[in-house]
């Protein structure tokens, strides 16, 4: 069964740097659009970034545009957010999700991973 692993977070200082990593089997990232959600204690769920399956077009929220950097590698099946400098708010549980097309609606996409070790930069 296909599945999408994260894997980065933890607990980090604000101000430090975090890169979280989302890997699949079979190829499968490849052929879609990819990106990253988050969740925070009590809030909604809420999209960081996404990117096409071709990396060619990226998908940015204007609130944390500029703070999230969001990358693949086709060829390793991967793709990456990063952020080089985090803040309180960027507590939260990232997750990676796949599909057909990017948006900021978690309703659209398929496969989703359990969500990386909660990112806690308080």
């Known amino acids: 069964q296909v599945q999408l692993v994260e894997s980065g977070g933890g607990l980090v200082q604000a101000g430090t740097s975090l890169r979280l990593s989302c890997a699949a089997s079979?190829?499968?990232?490849?052929?879609?659009?990819v990106a990253w959600f988050r969740q925070a204690p009590g809030k909604e769920r809420e999209l960081v970034a996404g990117i096409s399956a071709h990396g060619d077009r990226t998908l940015d929220v204007d609130s944390l545009r500029g703070r999230f950097t969001i990358s693949r590698d086709n060829a390793k099946n991967t793709v990456s957010l990063q952020n080089f400098s985090l803040l309180p708010e960027d507590t939260a549980v990232y997750y990676c999700?796949?599909?057909?097309?990017?948006?900021?609606?978690?309703?659209?996409?398929?496969?989703w991973g359990q969500g990386s070790q909660g990112t806690d930069a308080s």
């Open positions: 999700t796949d599909g057909m097309e990017l948006t900021n609606s978690g309703d659209y996409y398929y496969l």
């Open positions: 079979g190829g499968r990232l490849r052929n879609y659009e």
